[in-house]
């Protein structure tokens, strides 16, 4: 039986190619993941390490507060301490040659990190020049060096709480990822000697303070005795805890990334499943006279059964070894899609562990063993008399009525948790909806493809001719084939086109959520402060070119038993609003009668509350105690995030720590370059303020939208891939069964023409109707979750149609070219040949 098992693999060994290369591809999938994360997570170990180099301990305020200089003169008589050196840092400024702060409209800010005196305690390094080693000195990174084109000995001036000073360049240091991760506004770095930086920022206490032990001394006892020594108002770490710390931070994050990935690899594997599930179906029905023969001269059922699993298990084997030298390919991709989000860590060597071997050639022979397992079970039932039949044909089986059952089932259950996700708004009822769908579909799908094949045959005019209405009925006669054919690039589809619309729904309610908060060009707001300087927004309020300049200052407190969005508003807002300047839709009551002691609140707030005009509501809850206000207006839609909207002084008297913003809009007929020149020249003497624009800000957070579904769409192309060569698959393999058949009918009088035609309208119409029913449940799955989001603000549905439209297009291309050499094996048969032929 073994060498039976190995004759059926050589024999049929050109059949399998597809089978082989969809393997190679889920298992390539997974191991790169293995080897990529692997990698990076070495690569993010030692760059995180880096911010602790030279140090045995760390003393760190336990109250996340700071140190000054009593704890700093502590810790340097503490006995055994040879070097005492305090870190610090914080958001800065760096102001151009116009002495306006670098890329104001991009809202991108530097971290100023602190340089020590001590060169053990340097843990940055400098990647040209040198590092700051005197007051008055500074480094910065090698992207801002180069976007102010600096050269060494050049002045950088430094603006921060409102001071300013002026440094000389010495070079450009590289920070390494502890620094990079402590600046979350995506700006550079700029490294500045300890008191220097200090001075800057108010002469402000320290973040902690690094030990280095004298000769002798442990890092064990160096924590002990600085503990004793400070009190119990601080925590003294090891230097060993500290990377013990960053290395668990690092496989945390890893972790994460990697677990993300094998989701993908999982999808492509099961995709991979259908793929080789269909393959062995074929290739069992094909061979009916062979393993009947085999029963004919003694094998039992249980022979043929773990022959056929055999066949299984050499295919994923062999398979396997291969994908795990796809794997690095699959990691060298993964490291340039990263890069080309912005990623500058990127690995930069791979490596294969023992541990990654085994689960990648584990991984593809289970799942190739398992995806054999029905086929190997329908190869027990082929009955020994088959081996008198003529030829081996595999019967169009009508789809069970049991599984048609439990698609219905699985239906109704997954509508209901995709019911109960909207409701409750629960992400776990929308999980388990969208599998249970997915489930019914999968189960569903041979009932389904006969009709919609049928439909989508005679909408498309495939019908009118004779080729198109062969190839729609060979596409339909086994529904079975067909579904596990079209369910693979269904799961692939529906990903993505669920991934698709969710991007395009959050980049619409994001839009419009700041179209509705910024319904201007610009906002004015202060990198250090809570207040923009009046004096800046009567500078504005002078200039012809601007017309509106709106000052509000906004809190978030508990208003009404939910978190809600308190805006206090001047009158400079107030004429904007009368003015229809700053639209905003009232449903009720005006905003003209807006005055101390009255609000206007939105919708939702109303809709919850049961507000209405004279109603008053107590802000009490979230602020300052104060008299309820009167309700004088409603604004918004029921689907907006909850607002209210008060007066510039009211708001002040109730809520505390309010964040103020300043929004300009052009005059008429000035350009917004114009008005951006007029904006910045108001605040040049300020140089904490930000000047953010509507359009860039937009920009800003949906290119983050789009970076993630580009990742998405590239790790969802495999399985597609995948999908796609199934089809290609399936098809060459019933070009093969179906010589006969071609054969007559090009006797009857098909042209060669004609058969390719039919062959390729076959390919196409399984790939749209895969491709259609992928983007159907991927829509209706988009749609359930919007809704679901909605306290995420998700108030906008919004279909991506062009890039759906494009995507159902390339499916249709990709089947069509999956059709050309099978097209072409069949147009050339001998047709005496093949009407004598027994397969």
Known sequence: MLRASLSGLLSYRGRLTATVLAIVLGVGFVTGTLVFTDALRTTFYDRFAQAERGVDAAVTARDDGRLDETALDAARAVPGVAVAEPRLADQVRILDRDGRPHAPDRRERTLGISVASDPRLRWQDATSGR?????????????????????????????????????????????????????????????????????????????????????????????????????????????????????????????????????????????????????????????????????????????????????????????????????????????????????????????????????????????????????????????????????????????????????????????????????????????????LTAGSLVLGSPHLVGPAGRLLGTVSGLTRRVPGRLAVANATRNPRRTAATTTALMIGVTLLSAFATGAASLKASVTAAIAQQFPVEFALTNSFGETVPRAVVERLRERGDLDVVALQRTATSEIGGGRTTAIGVDGGYLDALRGGALPQPVTAGSLGDLRDGTVAVSARLAADDGLTLGDTLDTAAGGRRAEPLRVVAIYGSAD???????????????????????????????????????????????????????????????????????????????????????????????????????????????????????????????????????????LVFARVAVAAGRDLDLTVFAVPVGQLAAGVAGAAVIGLLASILPGRAAARTDLVGAMAAER
């Open 131 to 435: 590092l700051p080693a005197a007051a008055g000195e500074i480094a910065v990174d090698a992207a801002t060096t180069q976007q102010l084109g600096l050269r060494e000995g050049d002045s950088v001036r430094i603006a921060a709480e409102g001071r300013v000073e002026t440094f000389t360049f010495v070079g450009t240091v590289d920070p390494g990822l502890g620094a990079a991760f402590l600046n979350d506004e995506g700006g550079g770095v700029a490294a500045i000697p300890t008191e220097s930086l200090r001075r800057l920022l108010g002469a402000r206490g320290y973040d902690r303070i690094d030990l280095v032990a004298g000769d002798g001394v442990g890092q064990a006892a160096l924590r002990r005795d600085a503990a004793e020594a400070l009190g119990g108002a601080v925590t003294v770490r090891t230097g060993d805890e500290l990377r013990q710390r960053a290395a668990e931070q690092v496989a945390s994050q890893a972790g994460q990334l990697n677990t993300v990935l094998l989701l993908f690899g999982g999808v492509a594997l099961l995709v991979a499943a259908f793929v080789i599930y269909n393959t062995f179906t074929i290739l069992v029905a094909q061979r009916s006279r062979q393993l009947a023969l085999l029963r004919c001269v003694g094998a039992a059922r249980g022979q043929v059964f773990r022959t056929v699993l055999g066949e299984a298990a050499v295919l994923g084997l062999l398979s396997s070894l291969l994908g795990l030298g796809a794997g690095f390919g699959v990691a060298l991709g993964l490291r340039q899609l990263l890069a080309s989000l912005g990623a500058d860590d990127a690995p930069a060597s791979f490596g294969l562990t023992p541990a990654t071997v085994l689960i990648g050639v584990a991984t593809g022979l289970a799942v190739t063993v398992v995806a054999a397992i029905l086929p190997a079970r329908k190869a027990t039932k082929v009955a020994p008399l088959a081996a008198m039949r003529s030829q081996a044909v595999a019967s169009a089986t009508r789809p069970g009525w049991v599984a048609g059952t439990a698609a219905v089932l699985l239906l109704l259950a997954g509508a209901g948790a995709l019911w109960l996700a909207v409701a409750a708004g629960s992400v776990v009822a929308l999980f388990a909806g969208g599998a």
């Open 640 to 778: 907006a995030p909850s607002s209210i909207h008060l007066t510039l002084d009211e708001h002040r008297r109730r809520f505390e720590g309010g964040f103020e913003t300043v929004l300009v809009s052009a005059a008429p007929g000035v350009s917004a370059a114009a008005a951006r020149g007029a904006v910045l020249d108001a605040a040049s003497a300020y140089p904490d303020l930000d000047v953010g624009d509507q359009a860039t800000y937009v920009e800003r957070l949906t290119s983050a939208v789009n970076g993630l579904l580009a990742l998405v769409g590239g790790m969802l192309a495999l399985a597609i891939a995948i999908a796609l060569l199934g089809i290609a698959n399936t098809l060459g393999l019933s070009v093969v069964e179906r010589v006969r058949e071609s054969a007559l009918l090009r006797t009857l009088g098909l042209t060669r023409v004609q058969l390719r035609a039919m062959l390729a309208a076959e390919a196409v119409l399984t790939a749209i109707l895969g491709a259609a029913l992928g983007l159907g449940l991927g």
